[in-house]
């Protein structure tokens, strides 16, 4: 679990690692069709 003050200094890096995941995931399903 992360404390709050983390989470405002990570909120941007973790938004940006989940689109960047999210391409990744898209991109792995169109590999696989």
Do not use: C, D, V
Not at 2 to 17: G, H, I, N, V, Y
């Amino acid at each position: 679990m992360m404390l709050p003050r983390e989470l405002r200094l990570t909120r941007k890096t973790e938004f940006e690692a989940a689109i960047a995941a999210g391409r990744w995931w898209g991109s792995q399903y169109l590999n696989l069709r």
